[in-house]
């Protein structure tokens, strides 16, 4: 008599794939994840990535507001209101206290990461779990919609080996989030017609990837096909996602000032159709050179449309809808690394064009074989080393590293009550030490000299931490900065200066 729930092992040769089809993934996900430790540059940098750090650490203190460190015995409201707020911040409209620029999305997941590995290890931990996690969905994505492991597993090694999922794999960013969390939402709602339970999982997903970025709004266009009209669905993935629309509402309201209102502000002028022929070119040439020529296969959905119906609206409604969005977005035609922000778009490219080249295959009799797998890796692998090496990926630690090395030397040569002119390390500056940072490029001469008096009067020095191309380029000597300065130090990409007393900038 056979009992329910009992499994008989398979044995010998029928063991053995089993145990590799386990292993060989295993592996290769931990050889990933520890080439992105090592090349890693996720520290508290630029705008983004000091701005998600800073974040972190405020919702981990309980606050979305804090107070700027301003120089005593000066009236804020007789310079800009952005005199003492560094990059990521945005002043809260009292001159007094500040609040973050980006979503909370990412910085949530920062500060329960921290609770786990410590605050020193969580900005690389972090964003290589978002990446691994990535790699892992595309393949669930690919499985989902009828491909075979081999197929799958070639979707994977086309998004692992792609520079750009590299780079923004290096720092703290939230465009590979922003991919891990979509890919999972459309995933969640998907299986939901099989188990209905997974649309309440698809609704607090999505309300993640919201909160990561509020873009993913587009989500919901792909996610309305993939969980079809089952009223029982919807109102489960309502019931999902309320928690985070409320939380996302009270921290609008409350860091500034309205419900629907975010820390970037108006941003539809950021937006123009002037902007998309530029866009379409960059995407002919880049795309391919990113993901491969194979992604070019994803035109060919028409042909899957008779078979797959569903699949190939879901995915050409999911890449349309983030493609076509960031078209006409102002800087995406600028660089390459720009099309990071239509990495949410990816995983359905790859799949549609897998989806096709499988059909081709199929229709030219090309049974697919796993030394085809094989040779795909290692071409894969080439492909990715090469352009590793032409981007020069293996030096965005040495660049990225100059932001907390500047902010340790600052805290290490500096007086504790010294005022430091910045821009660039603004952000760095503010959570690696408690120095007080006055933004120049905001200030005018006339304010720059106020502030100048009042840490003359308040017996506080007063320093700049510039890169280059704020002192050649953006004029900080003498359009912002009149005076006479000292350089003192040279930290990797930014110099150290002293202000010595109003005449002739040095």
Not at 129 to 152: I, K, S
Request: aromatic share 14%.
């Amino acid at each position: 008599m056979n009992l329910p729930f009992t499994h008989t092992w398979p044995r010998g040769a029928a063991f053995s794939r089993i145990r590799w089809a386990l292993w060989l993934p295993l592996l290769a996900f931990t050889l990933y994840g520890l080439m992105l430790a090592r090349y890693s540059a996720a520290y508290a940098g630029g705008a983004d990535s000091s701005g998600y750090m800073n974040n972190a650490r405020l919702l981990d203190h309980g606050s979305l507001i804090t107070p700027m460190r301003q120089v005593p015995g000066l009236n804020p409201d007789t310079v800009s209101a952005f005199a003492y707020v560094p990059l990521g911040f945005t002043p809260k409209g009292d001159h007094r206290n500040m609040v973050p620029t980006y979503p909370m999305g990412l910085p949530l997941v920062i500060m329960a990461v921290a609770h786990v590995v410590g605050w020193s290890l969580v900005p690389t931990i972090t964003i290589i779990l978002h990446a691994l996690f990535g790699l892992w969905l595309v393949y669930l994505l690919g499985r989902e919609f009828g491909l075979e492991p081999g197929w799958a597993w070639l979707g994977v090694m086309l998004l692992a080996a792609s520079p750009l999922y590299i780079l923004m794999s290096l720092q703290v960013m939230s465009d590979v989030p922003a991919l891990a969390w979509v890919t999972a939402a459309i995933l969640c709602a998907l299986k939901s017609r099989e188990r209905p339970w997974l649309a309440l999982l698809a609704g607090a997903v999505v309300s993640v990837a919201v909160l990561d970025r509020p873009t993913n709004l587009l989500t919901f266009l792909p996610l309305s096909i993939a969980l079809g009209f089952g009223l029982r669905r919807w109102l489960l993935l309502l019931a999902g996602g309320l928690p985070g629309a409320v939380f996302l509402g009270a921290v609008n309201q409350s860091a500034y000032g309205r419900i629907f209102t975010t820390g970037y502000g108006g941003v539809g002028w950021l937006f123009s159709a002037h902007n998309a022929p530029a866009t379409l070119l960059h995407y002919a040439i880049w795309l391919p050179a990113l993901f491969t020529p194979l992604v070019i296969l994803y035109l060919g959905l028409p042909v899957l449309r008779r078979t797959y119906l569903l699949h190939s609206a879901l995915l050409a409604t999911w890449a349309a809808a983030f493609l076509g969005l960031y078209l006409f977005y102002y800087c995406t035609h600028e660089t390459w690394w720009y099309l990071r922000f239509i990495l949410p778009a990816v995983p359905p490219l790859l799949v549609a064009a897998l989806l096709v080249a499988r059909v081709l295959a199929s229709r030219w009799h090309l049974a697919p074989r796993a030394w085809w797998l094989a040779l795909a890796a290692v071409a894969l692998f080439i492909s990715g080393l090469f352009w590793f090496r032409h981007f020069a990926l293996a030096d965005i630690d040495s660049g990225e590293r100059t932001y907390p090395d500047t902010a340790s030397w600052l805290a290490s040569h500096l007086p504790a009550n010294a005022v430091v002119a910045s821009m660039q390390t603004s952000g760095a500056i503010f959570y690696y030490t408690k120095l007080t940072v006055v933004r120049w490029d905001v200030l005018s001469p006339a304010e720059f000299e106020r502030i100048a008096a009042a840490c003359a009067a308040a017996g506080r020095p007063l320093y700049a931490s510039l890169y280059s191309f704020e002192i050649k380029e953006q004029g900080a000597f003498p359009r912002h900065l009149p005076g006479r300065w000292t350089q003192m130090a040279a930290v990797h990409d930014t110099t150290i200066w002293r202000y010595d007393s109003p005449g002739a900038a040095s």
